[in-house]
């Protein structure tokens, strides 16, 4: 075995057929978000001429929204039957056909209703498709290497949400079903994309018929994530109010957004370059960063401390929702990482959705002020439970130092004794 010489072809192919194969991965996950990106402005302006009020596009976003919510637990069980490329693929292609109908129904004029209903169809397979995109990025990446692919993945992410509405103002502009049918060809992006991995297949029988227990290390950081989730939706969908009460035109609204998403791609870019699981102590501070940030956005008196807030909460966004998705990771089977992701998209909807009504039925005020008391909740539970850890971890390790240091003691004890016999 020693002796046996690999050609230099043969052993560099795989790892090229690899690096393909998560190249091709990552434009899968680009793509993957455009049309949910993409969705508040191309859903305006698909509602604008239908009803005559731009805001009934946020209906359609609703519906969107919770039917993922709905549908993320149940068509990712149902997926477990299946092997996840093949069956990533028709979840995609059924969101092509709802986005198809939406595009249809609204260049015919259709009832409000069934457009409605078409959004709701998208968004329907939207959480079980992304768990089950996440949890293929296992069979491509090895653990030691899974902090930088999410890092890139998170930077990818911030790309398309940045890009996509741009993109959808300027075809909508031309044509609103213009916009619906960029999403269309974007968004059918894995179909085509996704790599073949042989190793990707369906678990076992056996396996099959468990069921994920939400164990209260999961329950933890599924509502860290919704909570994150609320925290940033907060500032985006608020943005617009926010520039108001600062006297200055609702259209610099964007400026938050946009603040958030600069240093948010630049978050991933530095979970990438870094390339490690982060300390326990270094998770606090980022949510203590987020709850510091949500403060300055909410309560502050100028427009400077604002915009700072905003840039605070981007810079951890993706450094703590890397985290979030590689502490899941080691928390389940794999046969139940599908399930657990799209728990955890769940969860940043439930956030959303949170943000949304509140800013819906109360003031901008209150609204920060409930995500802030949210955010603080989550960090001194995190806190407990990472001081806990530390007193169990330390105490092992006194124990252990212990035996050791007492089987030293009576090794040195037996070999006087018998030094003295001899």
Do not use: K
């Amino acid at each position: 075995m020693a002796g046996r010489t690999v050609p230099a072809p043969v052993q560099h192919a795989p790892a090229r057929r690899h690096d393909g194969a998560l190249l091709r991965w990552f434009a899968s996950y680009g793509t993957f978000t455009v049309p949910q990106a993409a969705a508040p402005i191309a859903f305006s302006l698909i509602a604008l001429p239908l009803t005559g009020d731009a805001a009934s596009g946020a209906a359609m976003m609703l519906a969107m929204t919770i039917a993922q919510v709905l549908g993320a637990v149940p068509i990712t069980r149902l997926g477990r039957r299946f092997s996840p490329i093949p069956f990533l693929r028709t979840l995609i292609g059924l969101r092509t056909l709802a986005l198809i109908g939406i595009a249809v129904l609204a260049g015919i004029h259709a009832p409000f209703g069934l457009v409605v209903a078409g959004a709701a169809l998208a968004g329907l397979v939207n959480g079980a498709a992304y768990g089950t995109l996440r949890a293929v990025l296992n069979h491509l990446v090895p653990s030691g290497r899974l902090p930088r692919a999410l890092g890139v993945a998170a930077t990818l992410n911030e790309v398309a949400f940045v890009a996509s509405p741009v993109l959808a103002a300027a075809l909508g502009s031309i044509s609103p079903q213009a916009a619906v049918w960029a999403m269309v060809l974007l968004g059918m992006g894995p179909m085509l994309l996704l790599p073949r991995i042989a190793s990707a297949t369906a678990p076992g029988p056996e396996r099959r018929r468990s069921h994920l227990r939400l164990s209260p290390s999961i329950l933890l950081w599924l509502v860290c994530g919704a909570a994150s989730s609320a925290s940033i939706a907060a500032i985006e969908i608020g943005a617009v109010s926010m520039a108001v009460s600062f006297g200055m035109p609702a259209a610099w609204g964007v400026l938050f957004p946009v603040a958030i998403c600069v240093t948010s791609i630049l978050g991933g870019i530095w979970v990438s370059v870094r390339n490690r699981v982060p300390r326990r102590r270094t998770v606090l501070a980022w949510l203590a960063v987020t709850a510091l940030g949500v403060a300055a956005v909410g309560f502050g008196d100028s427009i400077t401390a604002t915009v700072l807030g905003a840039l605070l909460v981007g810079a951890v966004l993706a450094p703590l929702a890397t985290y979030y998705s590689l502490v899941l990771d080691r928390l389940v089977a794999p046969e139940h990482r599908a399930e657990v992701f799209a728990q955890l998209r769940t969860a940043n909807a439930l956030g959303i959705i949170t943000s949304s009504a509140l800013l819906s039925l109360a003031s901008l005020q209150a609204t920060f002020t409930v995500v802030i008391s949210v955010m603080s909740t989550v960090l001194v539970l995190t806190g407990l439970v990472f001081t806990v850890a530390w007193v169990n971890a330390r105490r092992r390790r006194l124990a252990r130092e212990a035996a050791e240091q007492r089987a030293t003691e009576n090794l040195r004890t037996s070999a006087a004794a018998t030094a003295q016999r001899g």
